[in-house]
C-alpha cells in the first residue's frame, strides 16, 4: 500500500477559506453583526443626558406587563399565529395538490401552467398590494361582480376588523403558493418512477400511491416547507405595510410582530420612536422563530432520520 508523503499529510485546505471567505464576511456584517448588535441594544434604556443605561431584561418584563406595550404585543402575536395557520392549513396543502397536478403525465401545458401559478411570487409586493386594494375596493373594486356569482355579499373587506386579517392572509397565500409548489413539483419528480409502477401493477390506485408511497418520501421537503412557512411568516411586513400602512388597520386587526417593530423602533405619526423597545420586539421575534427552528430541527428532523435508520 502506497502511503501519504509526510509533508502532505494533515495539510489544511486553503483554498477552502478563500472560497467561503466572501460569503462568511458578507453575511456576518449585514446579518450576524446587526443581529448581535440588537439583541445587545435591548438590554439598554434611554438615560436622561440622551445615552443608554444598562437595565438587563427590563425592557422585556415592560413589553409582556406594561399596558403602554403589552395590548398591542399580545395582539400582534396572536395575530401572527393566526396568518401563519391560515398559511400552513391553505398555502401548503394547495401547493401540495398543485404540484400532484403539475406532476402527472397526463397533465397537458404543465410548463404554462407551472409559469402561471409562480408569477406573482416575483411580483413585487407593493403591486400585489396596490391590485388587491383595488379589487377589493367597495366602492369601484371587481370583487362585487365576482362574489355575487356565488352568492356571496361584498362588503369592506380591508376596512373591517373581523376579516382584514384572513383577507390579507389568503392575498399572501395567492402570491407565494407558487414556492410551496415548486419545492414539492420536484420532490415528487425525484421519486423513481420504478416505486410507483411496481405499486400499481400490485394494484394500487392513485390514492393509494399518493397516500402510502409519495407522501411518505416527500416528508423531508414537507418539514422543509412548513419550517420556510414558519419563519416567513412571522417577519411578515411589507403585505400589511402596503396595504395598511404601519398602524396595521382597522384598529391594529392586521398588526403582526414585524409593524409593531417598526412602530416601535422608528415611530410612527404620533408614536415617538424607542430603538431600545424596537430592538427588545426583534428580539422577542427572534426567539420565536429560533425556537420553531429548533422545533423542526431536534423533532421533525430527528423523527424522520429514526424512521430512515429502522428502515
Known amino acids: 500500500m ?3 508523503p509526510a509533508g502532505s499529510r494533515g495539510k489544511f485546505p486553503i483554498h477552502i477559506i478563500v472560497f467561503l471567505a466572501p460569503a462568511v464576511i458578507i453575511y456576518t456584517l449585514f ?5 448581535l448588535d440588537s439583541l445587545r441594544l435591548s ?15 427590563q425592557n422585556y418584563a415592560t413589553l409582556f406587563n406594561d399596558p403602554n406595550y403589552s395590548e398591542r404585543f399580545w ?5 401572527n399565529v393566526v396568518f401563519f395557520i391560515i398559511h400552513m392549513a391553505v398555502q401548503n396543502p394547495v401547493g401540495l395538490l398543485l404540484a400532484s397536478f403539475l406532476a402527472s403525465r397526463v397533465t397537458r401545458f404543465r410548463t404554462v401552467f407551472r409559469t402561471l401559478i409562480f408569477t406573482p411570487t416575483v411580483l413585487s409586493v407593493v403591486l400585489v398590494g396596490f391590485i388587491w386594494r383595488l379589487i377589493l375596493s367597495p366602492l369601484w373594486g371587481i370583487s362585487e361582480g365576482i362574489l355575487a356569482v356565488i352568492g356571496i355579499e361584498n362588503q369592506p373587506w380591508l376596512g373591517l376588523p373581523e376579516t382584514a386579517l384572513p383577507t390579507l392572509s389568503l392575498v399572501s397565500v395567492w402570491q407565494y403558493v407558487g ?14 418512477d420504478e416505486i410507483i409502477e411496481a405499486a ?15 407522501l411518505p418520501l416527500i416528508l423531508p ?16 411586513f411589507d403585505l400589511i405595510y402596503t396595504t395598511q400602512t404601519a398602524l396595521a388597520g382597522p384598529n391594529f386587526a392586521t398588526d403582526l410582530l414585524a409593524t409593531l417593530f417598526y412602530r ?5 405619526q404620533l408614536q415617538l420612536g424607542n430603538p431600545t423597545m424596537g430592538a427588545t420586539v426583534a428580539g422577542v421575534m427572534f426567539a420565536i422563530i429560533l425556537a420553531g427552528v429548533l422545533v423542526y430541527l431536534f423533532g421533525w428532523q430527528r423523527r424522520l432520520l429514526r424512521n430512515e435508520v429502522q428502515l
Request: proline share 6%; charged share 5%; hydrophobic share 55%.
Open 31 to 35: 446579518m450576524i453583526w446587526p443581529l
Open 200 to 214: 400499481q401493477v400490485d394494484g394500487a390506485t392513485g390514492w393509494n400511491v399518493f397516500w402510502q408511497i409519495k
Open 75 to 79: 395582539g400582534a402575536l396572536r395575530n
Open 264 to 268: 416601535t423602533f422608528f415611530g410612527f
Open 179 to 192: 414556492i410551496p409548489m415548486m419545492l414539492f413539483l420536484a420532490a415528487l419528480i425525484a421519486i423513481p
Open 43 to 57: 438590554l439598554y434604556a434611554p438615560s436622561p443626558d440622551g445615552g443608554v443605561t444598562f437595565v438587563g431584561f
Open 2 to 4: 502506497n502511503e501519504m
Open 221 to 236: 421537503t414537507v418539514g422543509i416547507v412548513g419550517v420556510l412557512t414558519f419563519v416567513g411568516n412571522f417577519n411578515a
